[in-house]
């Protein structure tokens, strides 16, 4: 066997490169056809498929009859000449001169027949080898990157908040408490309180990592572990916290279109309802989403946050991402700043994602009035030792600042035209889920 540990091991993704020569992959068996003379091959390497067509006449009577005995998903090795042939999949397929079979793969327990979803959730470390999910996992690869190429461009420094926190940022109800020595610690639900220190010591940052909550619903949008991107920004206000949001979405699902098409064909994605998604976004004031809501027949109550099905019925009336501002005050979490035209209603903002995703952003210009502040920490009943610090920032040089959270699996979700959240994280951790 051939020396395989080295970094230049030719790709299948970039197999193009090597029309016409002899190269050797490294790979699993996806699956094989043999058909009297001829063995069909099909090597998946983690960047592509590729056809490698093995002749009886072309290769000893021993490397051909591994062709026969190799199992679906079995590590293997081709050596082969490159050729072009616009029938294959990939555009290229390869002529086998040799074939090793690394180690053979028991009987695999996913076949192309269909399976439940539980059972494939169940060998989700398996599952990951598939098509469609292999191209989901590239993409949100790409909105990742993306992500992280958008506030680096503009200015913003990463800071990193902690997982571990002293209180609550997104109300009580949803925490994950854990010992922690001779105290309690609760799993993070947000960076956010965190960022707008940073944002004062930095002036534009963002935090991207896990967060948890204790989610105890089961739906297609809720995970209990899930990963936010979290800018924040000294002197700005709601209007310029709704234009950066506007601008980094765009980005993203621009990025996604120009980094993965092949993906976005494995997964069938309507294409052009992503090419609608370009400035400017429709924003509208809680209010005007409350008479669509009206006008649609929904049970909502005026004064209530809007549940799941109110949403789908708001974005569904766009084709671009929609803005909705100005939220009653009552329903939203205790840092949003008062709108000083009406202090009934939070400065704040979410942004609903068109086919009926939903909620993706989450955000507002925040409380930087000291008094205010701490009258609203008291009356959500929050522990105000452990805001100490965060009343800090008001009383050394407060500024306006804004900023908002983005979901990235309700963002890949979306982009995706996935239903459920579940598929677009490596390992989803739900209500009824921790393994594997
Ligand atoms: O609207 P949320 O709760 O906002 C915050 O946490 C703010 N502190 C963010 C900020 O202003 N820095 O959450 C933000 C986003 C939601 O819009 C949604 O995309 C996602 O996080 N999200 C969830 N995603 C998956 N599962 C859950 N249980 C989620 N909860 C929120
Ligand atoms: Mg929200």
């Known amino acids: 066997m051939q020396n395989y540990i080295n970094r230049d091991k030719i790709y299948v993704e970039n197999i193009g490169e090597h029309d016409g020569k002899t190269v050797t992959l490294y790979g699993w068996l996806y699956n094989k056809r043999v058909k009297g003379k001829l063995a069909f091959l099909l090597l ?107 506030f680096d461009k503009d200015g913003f420094t990463l800071i990193d908040a902690p997982v571990f926190t002293p209180a609550a940022c997104e109300g009580t109800t949803t925490l994950f408490e854990t010992d922690y020595f001779d105290t309690k610690a609760y799993l993070t639900q947000s960076g956010q309180l965190y960022m707008e220190a940073a944002a004062m010591a930095f002036g534009k940052v963002y935090c991207f990592g896990p967060t948890f909550r204790a989610e105890k619903s089961k739906t297609r949008r809720h995970l209990t572990e899930f990963w936010m991107v979290e800018p924040e920004v000294a002197f700005m206000d709601l209007d310029g916290d709704m234009d950066l949001a506007e601008a980094f979405v765009a980005y993203i699902v621009q990025r996604v279109l120009e980094s993965n098409q092949e993906q976005l064909k494995v997964i069938e994605r309507d294409v052009s309802k992503l090419e609608a998604v370009v400035p400017p976004f429709p924003r509208i004031h809680y209010d005007e989403a409350a008479k669509i809501l009206a006008d649609n027949g929904s049970e909502f109550v005026f004064g209530d946050d809007f549940g799941a099905a109110d949403e789908t019925i ?70 105000e030792s452990s805001f100490q610090w965060y009343l800090d920032l008001r009383r050394y040089g407060s500024v306006p600042h804004a900023g908002f959270g983005l979901g990235i699996e309700r963002t890949v979700a979306w982009i995706c035209g996935l239903h459920h959240v579940r598929e677009t994280i490596p390992f989803a951790r739900l209500m009824h889920r921790l393994y594997p």
């Not at 006449?57 to 490159?82: C, H, L, P, W, Y």
């Not at 084709?319 to 009934?344: L, Q």
Request: with cysteine; net charge negative.
């Open 314 to 383: 708001i974005s569904n009336q766009f084709d671009k991402p929609v803005m909705v501002h100005r939220y009653p005050a009552a329903v939203k979490a205790f840092y949003m700043k008062n709108d000083p035209e009406n202090p009934e209603r939070a400065l704040c903002v979410d942004m609903l994602a068109p086919e009926g995703y939903g909620e993706i952003i989450g955000g507002g210009q925040r409380e930087d009035d000291l008094e205010t502040l701490l009258r609203k920490i008291r009356e959500h009943d929050l522990p």
């Open 44 to 150: 998946r390497d983690g960047t592509g498929i590729i056809q490698c067509v093995m002749g009886k006449n072309d290769v000893s009577e021993e490397v051909f009859e591994r062709a026969d005995k190799v199992t679906q998903e079995s590590s293997i090795m081709i050596t082969g000449t490159v050729h072009a042939d616009q029938r294959a999949p990939g555009g290229y397929e390869m002529h086998v001169q040799d074939f090793e079979i690394i180690s053979l793969a028991q009987e695999y327990p996913i076949t192309p027949k269909e399976h439940g979803t539980t059972f494939l959730m169940d060998h989700r470390h398996l599952w990951h080898r598939s098509k469609k999910q292999n191209a989901i996992l590239r993409i949100r690869h790409t909105i990742i990157k993306a992500i992280r190429d958008f």
